[in-house]
């Protein structure tokens, strides 16, 4: 299943869309204008995001910028088009787009596209190293280290370590990592209290700089600053 943002002035290109892949069990949001869009593209968090480029308001172009300006700026964005210029398509790419279609096209293309899109940012996430000052962790070994020494993690404490690793500029919510574990199944007792503290110990403890911190009610933010 895939959470897809659809940025679409046109209510029957929108409303087709959603009538092929909401029935597939995805998760869809709607915009019908570029500002609208941009709003939730860099306030919410999306596997992949439909952007039209001619919309009211801001154009699909200047959205794209600005989600690569975001805090959400790897998200993938697929471009639609009712113009099949050169010139147009390399105006999308250099706006970072990630892909582009043009209209009239087949919604089952569409869909294809989408899970290329993603399916390529699994790849490249699950490949890279990620780095937050002395902490380092590598998803294709599975090992972390802070300070060069090497901490012993198991599967939950990997689950919740890499979410807050990628999310640095933010809070994440207790939701999102309740979810990111145990998925749709989340335990009703406050066992991931447990987790976070058991975390701590392995990345805080042994060392004088705190980086997991507590957002009281809402969540936990891993970061350098410990002002934060």
Avoid at 35 to 64: F, K, W
Avoid at 93 to 118: C, N, Q, T
Avoid at 130 to 150: C, D, F, I, W
């Amino acid at each position: 299943m895939m959470k897809i943002l659809i940025v679409e002035d046109s209510r029957d290109i929108a409303e087709n869309i959603a009538d092929y892949l909401e029935p597939l069990g995805h998760d869809l949001d709607f915009a019908i204008s570029g500002r609208s869009g941009l709003e939730l593209a860099t306030n919410s968090q999306y596997d992949v995001i439909i952007l039209d480029v001619m919309l009211p308001g801001l154009s699909g172009i200047e959205v794209c910028r600005g989600i690569r300006e975001s805090s959400n700026k790897d998200v993938p964005v697929i471009m639609l088009t009712a113009r099949d210029e050169l010139d147009d398509k390399l105006l999308g790419f250099s706006a970072g787009a990630d892909d582009y279609l043009v209209k009239p096209f087949s919604i089952k293309e569409l869909e294809v596209r989408l899970h290329a899109l993603v399916d390529r940012k699994d790849r490249r996430e699950h490949c890279e190293e990620l780095t937050v000052g002395p902490l380092l962790y590598n998803q294709e070994t599975l090992q972390a280290t802070r300070s060069g020494k090497e901490l012993e993690l198991n599967p939950i404490q990997r689950k919740l370590l890499i979410l807050l690793m990628k999310n640095t500029h933010r809070v994440v919510s207790r939701e999102e990592l309740e979810h990111q574990v145990w998925g749709e199944d989340r335990p009703d007792s406050d066992i991931l209290r447990t987790h976070i503290y058991s975390l701590r110990n392995i990345i805080d403890k042994p060392f004088s700089q705190k980086l997991i911190h507590t957002a009281h009610g809402i969540g936990y933010r891993l970061s350098q600053n410990s002002d934060e």
